[in-house]
């Protein structure tokens, strides 16, 4: 079992939608990221949080640390927002490594 | 802003060749990272440096060595390359401390024939 698992996997959804995708894990962390990348490779980080909601426009990042849960919610959904999420987690044994999960492919649909 | 380069977007090599792939960063990051990318695998690490001539080994370090002869410059070295490193690389680099964004490159698509 991966330490951090993302769903849904693939997302398919229509322009203005809201979009919730979840990532759960199941290690002790001291922070977790949020990634985007969109297709041609380039990685950007969208978001880092350790306890909390914490919103950027329309992207809004919120963690249940007890329920070692994260979800990146999308308000008012648009086709530039399509793109691969990626999780990534810090876990707290001291060194600065990321466990990253596999993605979730979004396409948003004009 | 932080900018992270890598040598080549897309390069072919053939099986057994030695390969290079440079990552250059511009902020004066402690940290850099390099990681490879896989369908359904995610990203994971296959080595990291936290200061100049330090090194430690990812999750994935077989087959690969790495070089930080100056602090802005982390090369991923394939010795003898093989058709099982066909992926994407990317490089990362961070200020040091826990919970920091990492800043990534554009990535190198690297085919092995």
Redesign the interface.
Known sequence: KNE?EQSPQNLTAQEGEFITINCSYSVGI??L?W?QQHP??????LF?L?SGKKKHGRLIATINIQEKHSSLHITASHPRDSAVY?C?V?A?F?N???T????TRLTIIP | DVKVTQSS?YLVKRTGEKVFLECVQDMDHE?MFWYRQDP??????IY?S?DVKMKEK?DIPEGYSVSREKKERFSLILESASTNQTS?Y?C?S?P????????????T?LTVT
Not at chain 2, 40 to 45: D, M, N, Q, S
Not at chain 2, 96 to 107: D, E, L, R, S, T
């Open positions: 951090v001291s922070a990221h990634l041609g490779g380039g990685i950007v980080s880092m350790s990626i990534a810090l707290n001291g600065e490594k990321l990253f999960g596999t993605g | 977007r940290n359904g695998l995610g990203l994971r690490l990291f936290y990812g994407m990317l990362a961070s040091p401390g826990q919970g920091v964004k990492q800043y990534f490159g554009p990535g698509r």
